[in-house]
């Protein structure tokens, strides 16, 4: 049974919302230029299918939990009166995605060391 890095999985995500905080603060700074193609990051579904963490069922009455997915969204290819693909409130949507996905993030982190040291008190 391979365990899983919880530290290192919620690290994995940390840098993935830094990259696409990024992507979609360059999108809205961008947003009257003309000509400019707003950027997203491939999600975070994709960077998980290339690690190797999985899930082991410890007892045969567990169930599977259903796959839960980011929906890829569609390029965006509607050129805006500036003469680009941004939309604003797409990417407010996105930076809220981002925030919510973070502040998830370091509260899992956060309870999983409180559980560690409690159990290293014991």
């Known amino acids: 049974m391979q365990s899983v890095n919880l530290f290192g999985l919620a690290s994995t995500q940390a840098r993935w ?7 979609v603060a360059g999108n809205i700074a961008n947003a009257n230029t003309t000509g400019y193609v707003g950027r997203d990051v491939v999600s975070f579904d994709k ?3 290339n690690t190797q963490v999985t899930l082991a069922s410890t007892n045969p009455g567990h169930t599977q939990a ?5 929906e890829n969204q569609a390029d965006a290819t509607t050129v805006m ?3 680009n693909t941004v939309v604003v409130e797409d ?3 996105k930076a809220g ?3 919510r996905g973070m502040e998830m993030n370091t509260a899992i982190v956060k309870a999983f060391h409180r559980m560690i ?3 290293a008190k014991v």
Do not use: F, H
């Open 117 to 119: 040291m409690l159990s």
């Open 17 to 23: 919302l830094s990259a696409r905080q990024t992507a």
């Open 81 to 83: 009166p500036s003469g």
């Open 91 to 93: 990417e407010l949507v």
């Open 66 to 70: 259903p796959s839960i997915g980011m």
């Open 97 to 99: 995605e981002v925030r």
């Open 47 to 49: 960077v998980l299918n």
